[in-house]
């Protein structure tokens, strides 16, 4: 169960890392130094502002996943105390 959890968070932050690395290149395509300033080619820049707001959806997303998934192992932590607690006072 361990390993799989381990797993499944390596996975996750190599996601996030990705995403903040496709935000950043929007960013800068977009609003930064790499702007593009013809005007012809605005929808590009558009493009990447979509970019950059479905990225950070996808990382708000997988940061509550997260969230959700370390209350869980709190939650089991904590139940397990209790139980042990229980079992010592019956004894």
Do not use: C, F, H, W
């Not at 932050?13 to 605005?42: C, F, N, W």
């Amino acid at each position: 169960m361990q390993e799989e959890s381990d797993k499944i968070q390596s996975q996750r932050d190599e996601a996030l890392a990705e995403l903040s690395d496709v935000i950043e290149q929007a960013r800068y395509k977009s609003l930064g130094d790499g702007r593009i300033r013809s005007p012809e080619k605005e929808r590009i820049r558009l493009k990447y502002l979509r970019v950059i707001i479905s990225a950070l959806s996808t990382r708000r997303k997988y940061l509550a996943d997260k969230d959700l998934e370390e209350l869980s192992q709190r939650i089991d932590k904590l139940e397990e105390q209790q139980n042990a607690t229980q079992i010592k006072a019956r004894n």
